[in-house]
């Protein structure tokens, strides 16, 4: 079993759908990150968290500590935000997850 | 503030080889870590340099190599380079040990 499991692989949604990925980790975490990735390859920090909620505009995380779960929900999904989200757990290091490609079509 | 800069952006290798690859994290920042991308393996963290010393560690092998100056510009190099090697390499920079990451675009390295 891996260290740290996404869900969805792939999500495809139309704009304007309420979107949740989820992230589920067996290390144990001083944080947790979320990232984004275009398909040009740069990478994006989105949150840092280690408990509760964080808002940043459209974009949610939460994370409880006791189950280690994160998830990340996107509002009002846009085409824009088409990408790879990526979670990575980290203590010590930086684990990371397979990530979940979002597709959002107009 | 300028961003995360790493050159060269691209490079081509033989196997044997040996090469370095730089980062120039964000002003202030004194924490530079280094990842390895592929398809296959997805991100993974090859390590972390803080204040000019190796803070944390991946599990790659001896032949990957790092160091930071004390101007926080870090270098990592990668001996007796194989195929396997081909990537795309990342540094990311941050304030404290492992804390909010903000990314370099990469240096993507073709092994032949």
């Known amino acids: 079993k891996n260290e740290v499991e996404q869900s969805p692989q792939n999500l495809t949604a139309q704009e304007g759908e309420f979107i949740t990925i989820n992230c589920s980790y067996s290390v144990g975490i001083s944080a947790l990150h979320w990232l984004q990735q275009h398909p040009g390859g740069g990478i994006v920090s989105l949150f840092m968290l280690s408990s509760g909620k964080k808002k940043h505009g459209r974009l949610i995380a939460t994370i409880n500590i006791q189950e280690k779960h994160s998830s990340l929900h996107i509002t009002a999904s846009h085409p824009r935000d088409s990408a790879v989200y990526i979670c990575a757990p980290g203590n010590n290091d930086m684990r990371f997850g397979a990530g979940t490609r979002l597709t959002v079509k107009p | 503030k300028a961003g995360v800069t790493q050159t060269p952006r691209y490079l081509i290798k033989t196997r044997g080889q040996q090469v370095t690859l730089s980062c120039s994290p964000i002003s202030g920042h004194r924490s530079v870590s280094w990842y390895q991308q592929t398809p296959g393996q997805g991100l993974q963290f090859l390590f972390e340099?803080?204040?000019?010393?190796?803070?944390n560690k991946g599990n790659f092998p001896g032949r990957f190599s790092g160091r930071q100056f004390s101007n926080s510009r870090s270098e990592m190099n990668v001996s007796t380079l194989e195929l396997g090697d081909s990537a795309l390499y990342l540094c990311?920079?941050?304030?404290?040990?492992?804390?909010?990451?903000?990314f370099g675009p990469g240096t993507r390295l073709t092994v032949l």
């Open positions: 990311a920079s941050s304030l404290v040990s492992l804390g909010e990451q903000f």
């Open positions: 340099y803080f204040s000019e010393t190796q803070r």
